[in-house]
């Protein structure tokens, strides 16, 4: 979700105005993921970069986080929607720690949409921790170093139950992953919007997600292999 500051810059705002207005983007995307029933979307709100901030930007954005759950979270659950934060979240005053163990407690049983708010959270951050979950588990005897492989790293990063992403978006027009789900995004479709995300709207999304539709996802085969196995119905990743 990048643009913001921009796009409040443009109105002779302060920064903050455009982190203020885009919360009502966040709303309109995950409504319209519902809408849609995408099974997952991850909403990238906080990189473990974006410390490096002015405090009083990161202050407010902590604060609009805090007052984004306590309102939005009733209407989440009662759209079914599971929420979870990802990332390094001891970082986090403990009020806010609070917050987020609450709604994810309140929304643990959804059965709709998995929606993640990656909150101080990197990639490689990711990556980092699962390696150090693989050695702990190797000195614990639960893994045999020759036993790993990536699998074994996958299983061990933030939400392993989940798939992949299919597709990932970037708004506010730079053409960088900045630290997102490196290892999962692999293979992501990748679609990048001019948009600034206080102007990303259903429309905006949907133009994402027209692209995604127009893909042809080969995972290493060739486009004939593709074609064959979409024919029998047996195409994926395996
Ligand atoms: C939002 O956009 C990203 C957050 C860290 C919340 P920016 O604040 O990066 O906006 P620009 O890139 O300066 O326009
Ligand atoms: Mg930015």
Known sequence: MDGNGRWAKRRGMPRTAGHREGVKSVRAVVEEGVRRGIGTLTLFAFSSENWRRPPSEVNILMELFMSALRGEVRRLHEHDVRLRVIGERTAFSERLQQRI?????????????????????????DITRAARQLVADVQAGVIAPEAIDEAALADRLSFPDLPEPDLFIRTGGEQRLSNFMLWQSAYSELFFSPVLWPDFDASAFAEALDF????????????????????VGRYGRG
Request: aromatic letters at 8%; hydrophobic letters at 40%; proline letters at 0%.
């Open 101 to 125: 163990a609450e709604a994810e407690r309140l929304t643990a049983d959804n059965a709709g949409l998995n929606l993640q708010v990656a909150a101080n959270y990197g990639g490689r951050w």
């Open 212 to 231: 995604y539709a127009g893909r042809q996802r080969r995972f290493g085969r060739t486009g004939e292999q593709v074609e064959a196995l979409n024919a």
